[in-house]
């Protein structure tokens, strides 16, 4: 019974992304936010089910509460990712952060370790390959949530070509609290958490998911071609040999 409560929130999430480009306005942001709470409690059942509590509550206290750190200080200070806001249409805030994006720090990083535990030996090569897995896919959110305007940089400058509105220095902070994130997490979970299980196929199938659907909807659906390039590019170098890797088993 518990293997199933992955694959139904997995289907859950999907189901919800799918709807997404077809709404609009209110019910659109709504949509962003149980997206990210459905993978948020994917991320965390899957921890718990496969590698234990210890892993699940590292999980939670290394991406939950130190992403929520990093955003109300960047929201405070603009370090590390530039001087921006949140607007209010994806709920309640604390310190200027809304609640459900510390979430989304969580959804994410648990995929991209479980795939580089595919793709690297070593705890070092691990972290560089987790690290930069999760902030290549903010190619794919920072254009995304943008172009809504659920958020906005004051100094959008200098930006990658054809992806206005997000500096350059943002994605540069990504890359390095990712990096840091994926190294405290590495320390403190365990060795449990080093090992690849069997039972992590709907977590790599949701990292191979989040890749897929992210290039088709910035290419087709969401008007944002140049973001679905960059992230396709830098993204793919991570989830392309992932699945050359998982095609060989």
Same mark, same amino acid.
């Given at each position: 019974m518990t293997r199933a409560i992955p694959w139904a929130l997995l289907g859950a999430l999907i189901l919800t992304q799918i709807c997404y480009p077809l709404?609009? $306005?209110?019910?659109?942001?709504? #949509?962003?936010?149980?997206?990210?709470?459905?993978?948020?409690? #994917?991320?965390?059942?899957h921890a718990l089910l496969t590698r234990g509590v210890r892993t699940a =509550? @590292? %999980?939670?206290? /290394? @991406?939950? %509460?130190?992403?929520?750190? +990093?955003?109300?200080? $960047? +929201?405070? /200070?603009?370090? &590390?990712?530039? /001087?921006?806001?949140?607007?209010?249409?994806?709920? &309640?805030?604390?310190?200027? +952060?809304?609640?459900?994006?510390p979430l989304a720090w969580t959804w994410m990083a648990w995929p991209a370790w479980l795939a580089a535990l595919r793709l690297a030996r070593s705890r070092v090569a691990r972290i560089a390959v987790a690290g930069a897995g999760l902030a290549a896919w903010d190619l794919f959110l920072d254009p995304q949530m943008v172009a809504e305007g659920y958020w906005t940089w004051r100094?959008? @400058?200098p930006a990658l070509p054809g992806v206005p509105g997000i500096?350059?220095?943002?994605? %540069?902070? *990504? #890359?390095?609290?990712?990096?840091?994130?994926?190294a405290v997490f590495a320390a403190a979970a365990g060795p449990r958490a080093a090992v690849a299980a069997d039972r992590d196929a709907p977590i790599?199938?949701? *990292?191979? *998911? @989040?890749?897929?659907?992210?290039?088709?909807?910035h290419a087709v659906f969401l008007g944002?071609?140049?973001s679905?390039?960059? $992230?396709?590019?830098?993204?793919?170098?991570?989830?392309?040999?992932?699945? =050359?890797?998982?095609s060989r088993r």
């Open positions: 709404t609009g $306005g209110g019910a659109r942001a709504a #949509l962003t936010v149980l997206t990210v709470v459905l993978g948020y409690l #994917l991320s965390v059942s =509550v @590292t %999980l939670i206290a /290394t @991406t939950t %509460l130190c992403g929520f750190a +990093v955003e109300a200080l $960047g +929201v405070a /200070t603009g370090f &590390p990712f530039g /001087t921006y806001d949140y607007s209010g249409r994806l709920g &309640p805030k604390l310190l200027g +952060v809304p609640l459900v994006i100094s959008p @400058t500096p350059i220095g943002n994605y %540069l902070g *990504w #890359l390095g609290f990712a990096l840091l994130l994926m790599l199938a949701l *990292w191979i *998911w @989040t890749y897929a659907s992210c290039v088709l909807a944002l071609p140049a679905a390039l960059w $992230g396709g590019v830098l993204m793919g170098a991570v989830v392309l040999p992932l699945l =050359v890797r998982l």
